[in-house]
């Protein structure tokens, strides 16, 4: 049973490009969840997402920031005009259900750098 | 609103001795979890073990064990017999009664010397 994959796992993009990001969350998995990981910082909620819709996104910036999870495929954390700010490691998570007894089990993350 | 606090930054441990990492929450909710992640330098977050709030025992799971203190609000994870592998970045974790929204802490490092 494959984990929760992302891709790719190094990005480098110049101040004003496009970053996409993608998660494939695990097999009969559900729920998605992106995190934000700041140089030696604990991870910090983003957003939450279910089959094409989102559910909670009280931790993604308002601007330039936007996730999708459609019907067939892949969930996409896309950040727009990129700032050097945003250089971060990105976490999906994937969980079959939600609740405080939920585990969510992480993706090896996706490595961010605006130059 | 949720908290989790990690009060030591870096942790030094002898190797093949046990080791406590701290962790203290805050939550007005009635319902929750508490989770230990482990983030090796490679930077995955693995998952290593989970306390609901009204789970009696103490969780174990082989050489990690969590002793949670619910009056105390503390959830401190336990190394045993610690290995030169376990050297990495500890974090706690606590989900909200909905289960989504994990808030972490800022996480501990932890140095086993052999």
């Known amino acids: 049973n494959a984990g929760v994959m992302q891709n790719p796992r190094h990005l480098v993009r110049r101040r004003g490009q496009e970053a996409r990001l993608r998660c494939s969350p695990m097999?009969?998995?559900?729920?998605v969840y992106w995190y934000r990981q700041l140089p030696e910082e604990g991870l910090k909620f983003m957003v939450y997402?279910?089959?094409?819709?989102?559910?909670?996104e009280s931790g993604m910036p308002k601007e330039r920031f936007s996730a999708e999870f459609p019907k067939e495929g892949p969930s996409i954390l896309r950040i727009q005009q990129v700032v050097r700010g945003d250089s971060a490691a990105y976490f999906c998570?994937?969980?079959?259900?939600?609740?405080?007894?939920?585990?969510?089990?992480f993706g090896p993350g996706t490595r961010l750098l605006v130059l | 609103a949720q908290k989790i606090t990690q009060t030591q930054p870096g942790m030094f441990v002898q190797e093949k001795e046990a080791v406590t990492l701290d962790c203290t929450y805050d939550?007005?909710?009635?319902?929750?979890?508490l989770f230990w992640y482990k983030q090796p330098s490679s930077g995955e977050m693995i998952f290593l073990i989970y306390?609901?709030?009204?789970?009696?025992q103490n969780a174990t799971e082989g050489r990690y064990s969590l002793n949670f203190q619910k009056a105390r609000k503390s959830a401190n994870l336990v190394i045993s017999a610690s290995q030169l592998g376990d050297s990495a970045m500890y974090f706690c974790?606590?989900?909200?009664?909905?289960?989504?929204?994990?808030?972490f802490g800022a996480g501990t490092r932890l140095f086993v010397k052999a």
């Open positions: 998570a994937s969980s079959p259900g939600t609740g405080p007894r939920e585990t969510q089990y």
């Open positions: 097999k009969g998995h559900s729920h």
């Open positions: 997402l279910q089959k094409e819709n989102i559910i909670d």
């Open positions: 939550t007005s909710d009635p319902s929750y979890g």
């Open positions: 306390q609901g709030s009204y789970d009696q």
């Open positions: 974790a606590i989900s909200n009664t909905g289960g989504f929204k994990t808030i």
